[in-house]
């Protein structure tokens, strides 16, 4: 009896190992002070490194890219961004763009899976009431909400990524809407990663310190707002039919 017991309570702890492995990653990278190379100021420093290395390694340095910003993006480790600048800078803003969507994609969904392995069923099936039909609304609009989400600036990228996965969203919907979502967004930042250059130069030679707000405007933020409203035009508008419509 006792041994049958172990059974269940050990497959509900080995649910759990696919997200602890991705915080056990991101522990040590923060004890080892990965954070420190995710800065603008140390790509100034190695931005003729890097250059090389794509220009020399061809199609390895593509694979290496988009591996690291799947693994950034997987174990949510904070400003991968600087990692969509680096595509931009080295490939420029289309191709670069395009890696960075599909690297972050492709970590987005890997953290989303593990997030719905280790949570995502238990939630959903204890959710009552007003939960519940908050629950079953998002998944009814599914792509929508989550093509908004995407596309508001103001969500932390982690964030959106665990999110749904508390939700009974299916994975092909969950890839389709991320990759579509976070395009505007990698498009804009690999176009300021292509124009760096300058800026990385004056930084390394004179010592000064590059911050994000040196490149990112507040016309870029209300654009990538306005497209995350216009994504929640249709299920707001499905919404209002419904409430509209008599009860049968």
Known sequence: MAENATKPAGRRLLRFLP??????ILIVGLLLGWQHYFTLDYLAEIRTTIKSFAAEQGIVAVLSYV??????????????????????????WLFGG???????????TVLFWAARTAF?????????GTANKMASGFEGNAFSYLLAMRLLPILPFALVNIVPALFKIPTGIYVAATFLGILPGVFIY????????????VAAESGTTVGLGDL???EITLGLMGMALLACVAPVYKFIRSRKQPAS
Do not use: H
């Open 98 to 108: 395009l890696m960075a969507a599909v690297g972050a994609t492709i970590g987005a």
């Open 190 to 201: 690999a176009y300021l990663g292509q124009g760096i250059e300058g800026v990385l130069s």
């Open 19 to 24: 997200f602890g492995i991705l915080a056990g």
């Open 67 to 92: 591996l690291a910003y799947g693994i950034a993006v997987a174990v949510a480790f904070p400003a991968t961004w600087l990692l969509t600048l680096i595509g931009g800078f080295i490939y420029g």
């Open 120 to 128: 995502g069923d238990g939630l959903r099936e204890r959710a009552k």
């Open 216 to 218: 990112v405007t507040p």
